[in-house]
């Protein structure tokens, strides 16, 4: 009896497709199983491995960064890891920054809005055609 989950059976316990095991296996974040014959069979350590890089994306690393991840934790890097991950803390945080400013603005363009008479023009819309958005 053969041992291991075939790919629909990998996909099904990882809860992603099964061209996204395709995917990532071409992309080299997976390792393609030995053919032999009948079905291949990948270990269930590979049902941990998808379920990273899916947690990975989550925490807005990309598919070459997870690559990195990957390697770095195959070679026992802890250092670099937290630096890869440092980095992403500090993308997040200018996002974040990116965020509240937009936010700032919008509530702003609201409220004219809200107090701008019908013979104006929408605020909103005027700010924007005009490229007064702080970008």
């Not at 491995?49 to 990195?68: P, V």
């Amino acid at each position: 009896m053969a041992t291991g989950l075939t790919i629909g059976q990998l996909a099904k316990a990882a809860q992603v497709g099964v061209e996204t095991v395709r995917y990532y296996q071409r992309l080299g974040l997976i390792p393609v199983p030995a053919g032999g014959s009948g079905y291949r069979r990948y270990p269930a350590a590979v049902v941990d491995r998808l379920r990273f890089i899916r947690r990975a994306q989550g925490l807005g690393f990309s598919l070459k960064e997870i690559e990195e991840l990957l390697a770095l934790e195959d070679s026992d890097d802890r250092v670099a890891i937290r630096e890869l991950a440092r980095e992403r803390l500090q993308q997040i945080e200018s996002r974040l920054m990116d965020l509240k400013h937009m936010r700032a603005l919008l509530e702003e363009l609201v409220e004219a809005c809200e107090h701008a008479g019908r013979q104006q023009p929408c605020p909103i819309v005027s700010r924007i055609l005009a490229g007064d958005t702080g970008n």
